[in-house]
């Protein structure tokens, strides 16, 4: 079945460096989904990419969707204690149309 | 508007009784997804189902597991003959028309079996 990779599972950076995170799926996908959970809470909705190629910012965070529609990347600049948390990108796959996730990426700030 | 409503948020069963995890949709959706979640790790697909039927329970299990969205009323994710390995986080997450459109989750329900 259709596989969703993220890379790397952990990450800790000193608060003002950059952080990515990356997204690869064992299928072309028709979209890409981008979503954040805090610590003890539940999955955010962030972002969605559609087109392949496809980039699209929001402030300090960049979402990239790869020119074959098979990988992704999220790229937060000059990070805050405010972006801790779990980063998951999801694609939705199969032939029924689940939506699945990557294991995510865990970002920790150091003040 | 309410958003995605799960409950209990937090469940403790004994071994070998039965947990019955609630999820209400948003108002409109039709398309509801159920996830796993264990400490530190990612989100495990289990199944996803639509109004009255279940599109895909392939990330579920064939034993002990079933769930539901009936016409009226919430899904329901019921786990029978709990054992200590069920203790996890379960996410219930809908959308409005399945592909393309964004999942909106619920809180969770955090299970927790002894």
């Not at chain 1, 997204?23 to 972002?47: A, D, E, M």
């Not at chain 2, 002990?64 to 203790?87: H, M, N, Y």
């Amino acid at each position: 079945g259709q596989q969703v990779m993220q890379i790397p599972q952990y990450q800790h950076v000193q608060e003002g460096e950059d952080f990515t995170t990356y997204c690869n799926s064992s299928t072309t996908l028709s979209n890409i989904q981008w979503y954040k959970q805090r610590p003890g809470g539940h999955p955010v909705f962030l972002i969605q990419l559609v087109k392949s190629g496809e980039v699209k910012k929001q402030k300090r965070l960049t979402f990239q969707f790869g020119e074959a529609k098979k990988n992704s990347s999220l790229h937060i600049t000059a990070t805050q204690t405010t972006d801790v948390g779990t980063y998951f990108c999801a694609g939705y796959g199969g032939s029924q149309g689940n939506l699945i996730f990557g294991k995510g990426t865990k970002l920790s700030v150091k003040p | 508007n309410a958003g995605v409503m799960q409950n209990p948020r937090h469940l403790v069963r004994r071994r070998g009784q039965e947990a019955r995890l609630r999820c209400s949709p948003m108002k409109g959706h039709s398309h509801v997804y159920w996830y796993r979640q264990l400490p530190e790790e990612g989100l495990k697909f289990m199944v996803y189902l639509q109004k009255e039927n279940i599109i895909d329970e392939s990330g579920m299990p064939k034993e002990r597991f079933s769930a539901e969205f009936p016409k009226e009323g919430p899904s329901i994710l019921r786990i029978q003959q709990v054992v200590r390995g069920d203790s996890a986080a379960y996410f219930c997450a809908s959308s409005l028309t399945g592909e393309r459109t964004e999942a909106f989750f619920g809180q969770g329900t955090r299970l927790t079996v002894v």
